[in-house]
């Protein structure tokens, strides 16, 4: 036969789309033409494949060959369809039948020698896969852990050309996804280790128990950057969806590890201060690739040392901030990523960071503000706890046996407040408390009484919390609730959440 077609499947952001990689084997001039809007990347496979098909001791077609990409609109982009193209072109010359390859999705980048290397974005493009109703597919034996935590799908790998060829013609074996090994799960950092900062550890708590963003201002040395690091070990494991949702993300980007298995931990994303605009929200030639802001879906993105990021990459941060998604809008096209995560600033207090009153610092007021100042007003709305971290004392770091609470025990009472919560909001779709909208937590329902909120909107009429600032108090206020066992928040927790907010009682 001259014609042939097999299954592949190409990204756009994180969304898979099953792609039909057709070959025409015709008589003229040899040449081979590649048709369906491919990147620079899999332009270059027509000689990849060439080499492949040769060194894996297959016949090379001397005949003019037309390779076309289904839907033509849709950009293909990355080396994953070398595996396809070379299938499809040796179906269509007549070397091997198609039968075996029928409802077969095909992924993988072929060396010149013939060996199927491995892809990065593998576990959506199989969830595409399957959500399109094909349940076998064929992918590079070091992704194939990767792909095989998708339900429902029938995964075999290859590790060269020749393996497939000898699978289409002779119905030899393909290989079986490799076990995952017995990891132990590596030690993380700790509340213990964490000594004194009391107001610390409960804006840390009440920001794990609603997802809330979280400002951290204080001297260096404080323990602003220990209290941050150790947010991911308070929050609850992701569940199925979202663990799909995190390691596709991670997946695309290439941080998988080795074992391939499904990331049950938030994740934690901590960029340098010189991090560019493209490496917080995401970029690239062509079609851009997440950046920390999406790699931190789900987990936690810490800004240390805030104000020394460039202005306009903190004020990136906005707009997903707000709405939990990112799009990156290209000449190729537009990619849209998720980005719902908890956002940790940490500042200083002036240029030379020394405690506020210090006599050694010599920074005038208008420095402070300036300083300071680099982070926005309508970033700092955006953050609905703010506290000051104060200096340690000698007694509480020097403290010899003290009992302080650890990450286990703290994150017991966060996945009971975050149980409360997702039970309460359940009929609405949200899952913690800093996702419900602010209209909706105005309804008659769920407002509450005047004489509870009286001090609060004092503050917003006096211009002191904008309403985005009220409506972040109110949900922070929910948090406090569910994690005492409140079914609805009190005076006490409406004025505890508007300290943890401005740094002042009402």
């Known amino acids: 036969m001259s014609y042939a077609k097999v299954l592949c499947v190409g990204l756009v952001g994180v969304t898979g789309h099953v792609v039909e990689v057709e070959a025409d084997v015709a008589t003229g001039l040899p040449t081979v033409v590649l048709s369906g809007l491919p990147d620079t990347a899999l332009n270059e496979a027509r000689d990849r494949v060439r080499a492949a098909i040769v060194n894996s001791g297959q016949r090379w077609p001397n005949r003019r060959i037309t390779v076309n990409l289904l839907p033509a609109t849709l950009p293909k982009h990355g080396s994953a369809f070398d595996l396809a193209i070379a299938a499809a072109l040796l179906a269509g010359a007549g070397e091997m039948p198609l039968a075996p390859l029928d409802r077969v999705a095909i992924l993988g980048e072929l060396g010149l020698d013939g060996t199927v290397r491995p892809v990065r974005g593998v576990l959506p493009m199989v969830a595409a896969a399957a959500r399109a109703g094909i349940d076998r597919v064929v992918v590079p034996l070091a992704n194939a852990s990767e792909a095989s935590v998708v339900p429902g799908v029938r995964v075999r790998a290859v590790d060269a050309l020749h393996r497939l060829v000898a699978f289409v013609r002779d119905g030899a074996p393909l290989l079986d996804p490799p076990a995952p090994p017995a990891v132990p799960p590596r030690p993380g950092p700790d509340l213990a280790d964490v000594a004194g900062q009391g107001l610390g550890r409960r804006a840390l708590e009440v920001t794990a128990a609603g997802g809330h963003h979280l400002a951290l201002l204080g001297p260096p040395g404080a323990g602003k950057t220990m209290l941050a690091e150790r947010l991911p070990s308070i929050l609850p494991e992701l569940d199925d969806e979202a663990a799909l949702e995190v390691t596709a993300l991670h997946s695309i980007a290439g941080l998988l590890p080795p074992d391939g298995q499904l990331l049950r931990r938030p994740p934690f994303q901590a960029p340098h201060h010189t991090a560019t605009i493209a490496s917080l929200v995401g970029g690239g030639s062509g079609l851009a690739r997440p950046g920390a802001v999406s790699l931190a879906h789900r987990g936690v993105l810490f800004l240390d040392e805030a104000p020394e990021y460039a202005r306009g990459a903190l004020e990136a941060l906005r707009q997903p901030l707000e ?39 010599e920074c005038p007021p208008l420095a402070r503000r300036r300083y300071l100042g680099r982070l926005s007003g309508p970033l700092l709305d955006r953050l609905d706890v703010q506290v000051t971290v104060q200096p340690l004392r000698a007694a509480e770091l020097m403290a010899a046996g003290q009992t302080v609470e650890s990450s286990a025990v703290v994150a017991e009472r966060v996945g009971k407040a975050r149980a409360a919560a997702a039970s309460r909001w359940a009929t609405d779709g949200w899952r913690i408390n800093a996702e419900v909208p602010g209209p909706h937590l105005r309804l008659p329902r769920w407002r509450l009484p005047a004489r509870d909120t009286y001090a609060l909107r004092r503050l917003l009429d006096s211009g002191v919390l904008s309403a985005r600032g009220f409506d972040r108090v109110i949900r922070v206020a929910w948090s406090i609730a569910d994690l005492d066992g409140r079914s609805r928040p009190d005076a006490g927790d409406v004025e505890e959440a508007t300290q943890l907010r401005t740094g002042s009682a009402t």
């Open 323 to 361: 709405s939990g998604r990112i799009v990156l809008t290209r000449a190729q096209g537009g990619t849209e990523y998720p980005a719902r995560v908890q956002l940790v600033v940490a500042a200083n207090p002036c240029p030379c960071a020394k405690p506020s009153g210090d006599i050694s610092c």
